[in-house]
């Protein structure tokens, strides 16, 4: 994980980082912010260099750029963070990507993995929220990914060990959702937003 710390001009509103383990609800919590609050939020599209997958659309997902225009992005300190999962994969939030949604009188939210959403708060510090999607039990989120019926038995006890791993640094969070039934897990989240208005 590779880090800019020259942002402190990039933002004054509050902005809101997501993580959860697999199967937790992660993107139903941000949709639902998207949903009661459209004038609120944005989410923010992050680059990578690997190709879109099936459906994937330039822009909304993702911002699918070269391994050759990231490298120059990098080079013209144009990230907020970035990683390199691999050689020639590469992952980033792009500092214009915040200043967009704020232009727009928006506030930002980040979907992000567990590891990448601790970054980012460290990095932004007090003008971040971050929030936890949290499971009410390991085995309650087993049941979830195999009702999903798209998932190997064999991916889902890799999803669930990385969940067991992630669940441990929770503690890094300023808040946690216990997803246990989503009228509950939407009560808390809408309470977490207002109390930041």
Known sequence: MYSNPNIQHLTSNMIYIFCA????????MVKHLLHTYPNQFELSVSCTTRPPRGQEVHGKEYYFISVDEFQERIKNN??????????GLYYGTLKEEITRIEKAGKQVLFDVDVKGGINLKRLLG????SIFICPPSIDELRRRLIGRGDTSPEMIEKRIAKAAIEMEDMQHFDCIVTNDTLAHAFEQLDAIVKSNI
């Not at 383990?21 to 139903?28: D, H, L, R, V, W």
């Not at 007090?126 to 929220?129: L, M, N, Q, W």
């Open 21 to 28: 383990p697999s199967g937790s609800g992660k993107s139903t």
């Open 78 to 87: 144009e990230f907020i963070e970035y990683e390199q999962v691999y050689e």
């Open 126 to 129: 007090e003008r971040a929220t």
